[in-house]
């Protein structure tokens, strides 16, 4: 009797400790909201992240296609499936408020990035954080990168007025981080001491190769040999103004007639341009260490240790936002 008590003692207690190491063994999931996939640079964010969390969680990520609606539709599907943490890339970075009071409601850990929700909305849930770069670097390196060529290339000054006639290509109208390069970009080309000189109105064209390429085309048709300069938000826009210029001659490889092209990003195709010698120079948000942050931040979340343990980051000003750093590209 005694015996054969002590023996479902045992048994239960191996039960117990088998459940409990199950429990630890288990993986969380980590439920991830990409904007769209068709993008270059959160493509390779999406890669490094994927790399980062492998035999480390579980993860279910989801392509909004550029659609919040559909956004709205997955992220509920995620809480419905209880995810253990979410990584959420906005489709319209506006819409955050609703977003972030579902996932709040359910008491997920919730990291935000790339595209930047107003930050003192993430404020109203202790467990949202913000891991994007400084909109205004980008521009500020490209402008750098403008003072940089316009001094040693004084050929670019094509009518020899002594200031650098530049068409510029803007991704949304509201987005932050176009609002911000299209600004700074010329603000410290002008602090610098180069004096900038915008041919017609900023194109506004949706991050887009194609979008671009037809305004440049109509750029050209309308001043082609006036335009000294092309700075474009990405380089997704940039590969596309140069596609509109190489087919009236210019930024062919080999020489030839040529205007600067400055895009952001250090895609691929940007990168393989550069070296070239067909477009001059990128700024590279580095989407690796984007996609490593990112792991890193929600598994410290979500077992409850302090977000930024492990990392090298600290936060901004918010005390609630990361921000990666840029570097320039501007050729081997
Ligand atoms: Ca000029």
Request: glycine fraction near 8%; charge should be negative; proline fraction near 3%.
């Amino acid at each position: 009797m005694k015996n054969s008590s002590l023996k479902s003692l045992v048994v239960g207690c191996v039960l117990v400790m088998a459940f409990a190491l199950a429990a630890v063994a288990g993986q969380p999931k980590i439920g991830v909201l990409i904007y769209k996939y068709d993008d270059t640079y959160i493509s390779t964010v999406r890669n490094a992240l994927a790399k980062a969390l492998e035999n480390k969680a579980e993860v279910v990520m989801q392509d909004g296609k550029g659609d919040q609606a559909s956004q709205n539709d997955q992220l509920d599907v995620m809480i419905a499936r209880r995810m253990d943490g979410l990584l959420v890339n906005m489709v319209d970075a506006q819409a955050a408020a609703g977003v972030l009071m579902k996932i709040k409601n359910a008491g997920i850990p919730v990291v935000f990035f790339n595209r930047e929700p107003d930050l003192n909305v993430l404020k109203n849930y202790a467990k949202a954080v913000f891991v994007g770069t400084n909109a205004a670097d980008a521009g500020k390196m490209q402008g750098d990168i403008v003072k940089n060529l316009w001094d040693t290339h004084p050929e670019y000054d094509l009518n020899k007025d002594g200031k650098f006639q530049y068409v510029m290509f803007k991704g949304e109208p509201d987005n932050p981080e176009a609002i911000a390069r299209t600004e700074w970009s010329v603000k410290q080309a002008e602090a610098n001491g180069v004096k900038m000189d915008q041919i017609g109105q900023t194109f506004v064209c949706n991050w887009d190769t194609a979008l671009a390429q037809v305004a440049m085309e109509s750029a050209l048709a309308a001043n082609e040999g006036k335009i000294e300069l092309v700075i474009a938000n990405n380089d997704s826009m940039a590969v596309g103004a140069i596609a509109a210029l190489s087919n009236v001659g210019y930024n062919t490889q080999g020489g030839g007639k040529f205007v600067p092209v400055i895009g952001v990003d250090a895609t691929e195709q940007a990168i393989d341009a550069i070296n070239r010698g067909i477009m001059s120079a990128t700024v590279k948000q580095d989407g690796e260490a984007m996609g490593k942050a990112l792991a890193t931040i929600i598994l410290n979340m979500v077992a409850g240790k302090p977000n930024l343990d492990g990392t090298d980051y600290s936060y901004d000003a918010s005390g609630i936002a990361v921000r990666i750093p840029y570097s320039p590209y501007e050729g081997k």
